[in-house]
């Protein structure tokens, strides 16, 4: 199988128009028929920059962009370069940032908040920043070092008691992950794309390349090549090749009601995440008044994307309240407004999959989103078009 791990550094220098990465030259002829399956980050930005760069681009997608089963489907989500030594995951994310502005003007609604990425570190070296900031300082978007003292003046919610100082990458902040889906998918539309909604699967495989997807609707779609995109699926249309390489798992996320006196307060807090090497918690304030928004970023249990039950472990909810109380006092009997269970389709080594079917020459896999893809969609999706340009 032909691989390509996406987060592959290179030593060329990162210019908006050009982000250096080692990936297939596909040289699919301009007009060839492409069909991307599945309309979430990573699908739905592959099929409209596939479509901008002169292909026939149809998308299909069992659900619909942002739905509830999806992994982008909750309201929000996450945008940060610091991948610590990882410079191609900060690249990849400057690129992404720039696009995500450029399309937030274009549709005139706000989807990306730069509220800032708040970094609770508990010791004095914390590689996953401190490898991060000769890329932030070479892009001049250098970070804030907070003591405790700062942070006390700063964000006085906030208990110190046990964090060493703090970052904050005042360039980061979140998405609006579900709008930001459907808006992809009604500029594909808008711009000549064909959008199917319809549960699709290979179908006939001939002299090594396949033919045809079914679909749910009965009807078969053929196409010169074929990209399937689809999130937690991926391991389910392909088990023999991706069955045991990608694993999906259920993640928690929990809204919770803060003091009516202390709202705004709250609301104005920057994206934070919590590096206490255990539970890996993070969380978005504010988030269009939703409540106080906390992620459970350690692995879970492995999940069924489709069937699984999507109501929160009461185990798992106890750990975040504890460890609500002790990081933010004020919201230690704060209700419960809101829960989510979501999942992320996780690669072996965290890293974003861009493969060549075995078999099926005019195929291709993109996945691996390991619960950080989301924030890259636009820049992956410009990528991948250039991939299949050669």
Excluded at 124 to 142: L, Q, Y
Excluded at 168 to 187: F, H, I, M, W
Aim: some cysteine; charged content about 20%; proline content about 5%.
């Amino acid at each position: 199988m032909a691989g390509y791990q996406l987060s592959m550094s290179t030593t060329n220098t990162f210019s908006p128009a050009s982000i250096p990465f080692e990936v297939a030259k596909i040289g699919l002829p301009k007009k060839s028929k492409v069909i991307v399956v599945g309309a979430g980050a990573f699908g739905g930005w592959s099929a409209l920059y596939l479509l901008r760069s002169g292909f026939q681009v149809t998308l299909i997608d069992a659900w619909g962009p942002g739905n509830s089963l999806s992994t982008s489907g909750d309201e929000t989500r996450v945008i940060r370069s610091t991948y610590g030594a990882n410079e191609f995951y900060f690249n990849l994310n400057v690129r992404a940032l720039e696009l995500w502005k450029e399309h937030q003007q274009q549709w005139k609604k706000q989807i990306f908040f730069n509220t800032g990425v708040l970094w609770f570190c508990y010791q004095e070296k914390n590689p996953i920043v401190d490898d991060s900031i000769p890329f932030a300082r070479k892009h001049k978007m250098d970070y804030e070092f907070l003591s405790t003292s700062d942070l006390n003046k700063k964000y006085s919610s906030i208990n110190t008691s046990d964090i060493h100082h703090a970052w904050l990458d005042p360039y980061g902040g979140y998405l609006k992950a579900r709008e930001s889906c459907q808006l992809v998918n009604e500029t594909f539309i808008r711009e000549g794309g064909n959008y199917i909604q319809a549960f699709a699967k290979p179908g006939q495989m001939a002299s090594g390349k396949l033919l045809n997807l079914q679909l749910s609707t009965g009807q078969k779609q053929s196409s010169d090549a074929y990209l399937f995109a689809c999130g937690s699926w991926l391991g389910q249309l392909f088990p023999e090749i991706l069955g045991r390489k990608i694993t999906c798992t259920k993640q928690e996320v929990y809204y919770f009601g803060v003091p009516g006196q202390q709202g705004s307060v709250y609301d104005r807090m920057p994206v934070w995440i919590d590096l206490d090497g255990q539970d890996h918690y993070y969380g978005i304030p504010g988030n269009n008044h939703r409540g106080f928004k906390i992620g459970v970023d350690i692995r879970g249990e492995i999940f069924d994307p489709t069937n699984g039950d999507r109501t929160y472990n009461p185990e798992t909810l106890s750990k975040a309240r504890k460890f609500i109380g002790h990081r933010f006092p004020e919201l230690k009997n704060a209700p419960l407004v809101e829960s989510r269970v979501c999942h992320y389709e996780n690669s072996p080594d965290g890293n974003f999959i861009f493969e060549q079917h075995p078999i099926a020459e005019n195929t291709w896999l993109l996945g691996g989103g390991s619960g950080h893809g989301f924030k890259h969609g636009p820049a992956l999706g410009e990528l991948v078009a250039r991939a299949f340009l050669g």
